[in-house]
């Protein structure tokens, strides 16, 4: 390890890096604070760019980062802002397209090294997403490595033109992963109490309400679900742009579906949950994917992206779009608590194949020392 990745010796300046993020997903954002922790903690010094909301719901001051307010846009102003806090940056690392994209336009002109990580697809349709397209291969090709959190967002960023793409670790972060809760089977009756779920069985969803979730598939699949006895009741926790347009759905058509909203209560659901369900049209590193095995709850899926690599053999996987095939596998599962139990074991036994905080902290560490150290004489 370079001596300027480590707690520096006398006479050494510390390595000083800037994180970018755009404010963007939960998993991005835990995995900056992760990751700023962990580099922190090796004496590298960390400046967290990101919208004030992100720090404060992240706390990057709290684990000894220092914060930047840089707004989740481009324009001049955000962009002058974040080209003043990269002035004395010995490695910019940005995470996500669009905060990649307005740290290649801060670094223009500059010679300070740019890391990107990709850990999810940006969606668009009709002209934003060619929009997108030309975002993406201006982001590869100016960055010196992109970290992709799965094989095909790797093999997305070699087609688009990148120099150095490769599988980037990431540790699902301890604060993310369901603790062990205290006396589960008191608080079960209460949280199905409290969803209308009592007597009957839990399915829950997780993520923002956006086309790409494929909640309209979930929502076809639940018309089979009404001739179950007892009904079981589909929650839905998250909120977006899809929410009237969903809830319009579920009244309309007398669904056993709730939107609950943006819960911060998750672990607890998904205690109360008999499956969780992901009916992602695509998907890296899911978090409730992640969660649902570390808690051994079940886990039915959409085999898309990198969710058969983190998976393995610890969920059910269906095809993305196809409604009969995810109500005939939850009905399935529901009358198969043997099975259940299976996925349920299998859970911890596939998260413990994941990489950890420390792992992906020091993969990143290597990456900086490449492109930091100087080049020895010829």
């Not at 109490?193 to 309400?209: D, I």
């Given at each position: 390890?370079?001596?300027?990745?480590?707690?520096?010796?006398?006479?050494?300046?510390?390595?000083?890096?800037?994180?970018?993020?755009?404010?963007?997903?939960?998993?991005?954002?835990?995995?900056?604070?992760?990751?700023?922790?962990?580099?922190?903690?090796?004496?590298?010094?960390?400046?967290?760019?990101?919208?004030?909301?992100?720090?404060?719901?992240?706390?990057?001051?709290?684990?000894?980062?220092?914060?930047?307010?840089?707004?989740?846009?481009?324009?001049?102003?955000?962009v002058a802002a974040l080209r003043t806090a990269c002035a004395n940056a010995d490695l910019v690392h940005a995470h996500g397209l669009h905060a990649s994209f307005r740290a290649v336009l801060a670094l223009s002109g500059r010679r300070t090294p740019l890391v990107v990580t990709w850990h999810?697809?940006?969606?668009?349709?009709?002209?934003?997403?060619?929009?997108?397209?030309?975002?993406?291969?201006?982001?590869?090709?100016?960055?010196?490595?992109?970290?992709?959190?799965?094989?095909?967002?790797?093999?997305?960023?070699?087609?688009?033109?990148?120099?150095?793409?490769?599988?980037?670790?990431?540790?699902?972060?301890?604060?993310?992963?369901?603790?062990?809760?205290?006396?589960?089977?008191?608080?079960?009756?209460?949280?199905?109490?409290?969803?209308?779920?009592?007597?009957?069985?839990?399915?829950?969803?997780?993520?923002?309400?956006?086309?790409?979730?494929?909640?309209?598939?979930?929502?076809?699949?639940?018309?089979?679900?009404?001739?179950?006895?007892?009904?079981?009741?589909?929650?839905?926790?998250?909120?977006?742009?899809?929410?009237?347009?969903?809830?319009?759905?579920?009244?309309?058509?007398?669904?056993?579906?709730?939107?609950?909203?943006?819960?911060?209560?998750?672990?607890?659901?998904?205690?109360?949950?008999d499956l969780a369900l992901l009916t992602s049209r695509w998907e890296s590193r899911s978090v409730l994917a992640q969660e649902a095995l570390y808690a051994r709850v079940p886990l039915v899926a959409t085999r898309v992206g990198g969710i058969p690599d983190l998976v393995g053999d610890a969920?059910?996987?269906?095809?993305?779009?196809?409604?009969?095939?995810?109500?005939?596998?939850?009905?399935?599962?529901?009358?198969?608590?043997?099975?259940?139990?299976?996925?349920?074991?299998?859970?911890?036994?596939?998260?413990?194949?994941?990489?950890?905080?420390?792992?992906?902290?020091?993969?990143?560490?290597?990456?900086?020392?490449?492109?930091?150290?100087?080049?020895?004489?010829?």
């Amino acid at each position: 390890m370079s001596p300027l990745s480590s707690n520096a010796p006398h006479g050494q300046q510390p390595l000083r890096t800037v994180q970018v993020l755009g404010g963007g997903n939960a998993g991005s954002s835990a995995h900056v604070r992760s990751l700023a922790e962990g580099l922190v903690a090796r004496g590298v010094r960390v400046t967290v760019c990101a919208p004030v909301e992100a720090d404060r719901a992240y706390d990057f001051t709290g684990v000894g980062a220092e914060h930047v307010h840089v707004p989740r846009s481009s324009d001049p102003v955000a962009v002058a802002a974040l080209r003043t806090a990269c002035a004395n940056a010995d490695l910019v690392h940005a995470h996500g397209l669009h905060a990649s994209f307005r740290a290649v336009l801060a670094l223009s002109g500059r010679r300070t090294p740019l890391v990107v990580t990709w850990h999810n697809r940006a969606w668009a349709e009709g002209p934003r997403a060619h929009l997108l397209r030309v975002l993406e291969r201006r982001v590869v090709r100016t960055a010196a490595v992109v970290l992709g959190t799965s094989p095909d967002l790797v093999a997305r960023a070699r087609e688009t033109g990148a120099r150095d793409a490769r599988l980037g670790a990431v540790g699902l972060p301890g604060q993310r992963r369901p603790a062990v809760l205290d006396d589960p089977d008191r608080l079960r009756p209460k949280v199905l109490a409290e969803l209308g779920a009592t007597g009957r069985p839990l399915l829950l969803a997780v993520g923002s309400l956006e086309r790409h979730r494929g909640y309209d598939v979930l929502l076809d699949a639940a018309r089979a679900w009404r001739d179950l006895v007892p009904v079981p009741l589909v929650v839905i926790a998250g909120e977006g742009p899809l929410r009237p347009e969903l809830q319009r759905r579920i009244e309309d058509e007398d669904l056993p579906v709730r939107l609950v909203g943006h819960r911060d209560d998750v672990p607890q659901l998904l205690a109360a949950a008999d499956l969780a369900l992901l009916t992602s049209r695509w998907e890296s590193r899911s978090v409730l994917a992640q969660e649902a095995l570390y808690a051994r709850v079940p886990l039915v899926a959409t085999r898309v992206g990198g969710i058969p690599d983190l998976v393995g053999d610890a969920a059910e996987l269906v095809p993305y779009g196809d409604p009969e095939a995810l109500a005939a596998t939850v009905v399935r599962l529901l009358a198969d608590p043997e099975r259940r139990e299976e996925l349920a074991a299998a859970g911890p036994r596939q998260a413990a194949s994941w990489p950890t905080e420390d792992e992906t902290v020091a993969q990143v560490l290597s990456v900086y020392d490449e492109l930091t150290q100087p080049t020895p004489l010829a």
